[in-house]
């Protein structure tokens, strides 16, 4: 009857309310946990850079490394940005650690072109909050200055969801980034929401096609469909396509034949370590030569 209705809503309100407020002390206990750890990781140097390169399909020319953050935890295993790039931000140490970030990246890079590859970019991703902080072009700014990297050896990576937001702002933070002689790509593409009107007002130089995208490029019409109009409509914008997650030779076959300019993907190489990405430069001086591996040359 309604009595025993009622009281058993009541019962199980009160067990998913039970349920609920259990998974949320869960959630916030892990991120206050993971809030002290990486504040502490922080001080402690506990991050690293490791470094993936991107290749021209045209010339197979090596033209830039984006830089990928890591926790090396002493004695644990690395721990993925996907696991505490979302805690940096929501708690704002996003800011510190995206500051010694672009210190880093800009510090390597500078190393490279010392080492010979005096062209060479690294590509640095910014985080949404990173890109509406106030200090961005501060920290840029004297990232660049410490390292003595000349601007246009760095690229910035953000997203369309970033600036989509306040698109207006996000104009103003971009000009004035490009007004120092960096580059500014698009990650992830094709997975936000963009405005294409936006798109053309906004000064960037470079898409990046979701790996997303590319996985099954060889095998889903929709998928090849979306990779072709993306290589379109950046070609139609006077800017550079990257693809991300390139892992098959089908997968660079097929970009190179539609027109993709540049690569990146672990076909090529995963991400690397300062002294393997700079050994692995060496090796391919001349070119990413997919014959060539590592160790086993004359
Ligand atoms: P992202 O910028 O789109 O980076 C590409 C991700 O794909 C990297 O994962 C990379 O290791 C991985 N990847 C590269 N090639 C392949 C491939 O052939 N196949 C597959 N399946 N994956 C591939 P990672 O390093 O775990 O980074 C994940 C995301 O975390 C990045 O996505 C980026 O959004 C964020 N992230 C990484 N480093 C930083 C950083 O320094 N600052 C900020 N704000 N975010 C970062
Ligand atoms: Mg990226
Ligand atoms: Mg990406
Ligand atoms: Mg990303």
Known sequence: NADVALNRAKEEGRNNFQFYTQDMEAGVFRRLTMEANLR?????????LVYQPKICTRTGRIVGLEALVRWAPPGKPLVSPAEFIPVAEQTGLIVPLGRWILREACAFAQECRAAGRPDLTVAVNLSARQFHERALLADVAAALTESGLPPANLELEITESMVMSEAEEAIETLR???????????????????????????????????????RDLTTDAEDRSIVAAIISLARSLGLQVVAEGVETADHLDH??????????????????????????????ADGWDPAASLGVGP
């Not at 500014?184 to 963009?194: A, E, K, L, N, R």
């Open 176 to 214: 004035r980034l490009k007004a120092m002689g960096l580059s500014i790509s698009v990650d992830d593409f094709g997975t936000g929401y963009s405005s294409l009107s936006y798109l053309k007002r906004f000064p960037l130089d470079a898409l990046k096609i979701d790996q997303g995208f590319v």
């Open 40 to 48: 502490r990781a922080l001080k402690r140097d506990e991050f690293l």
């Open 255 to 284: 970009l190179a034949a539609g027109g993709c300019d540049l690569v990146q993907g672990y076909l090529i190489s995963r991400p690397l370590p300062q002294d393997e990405a700079q050994a692995f430069l060496r090796h391919h």
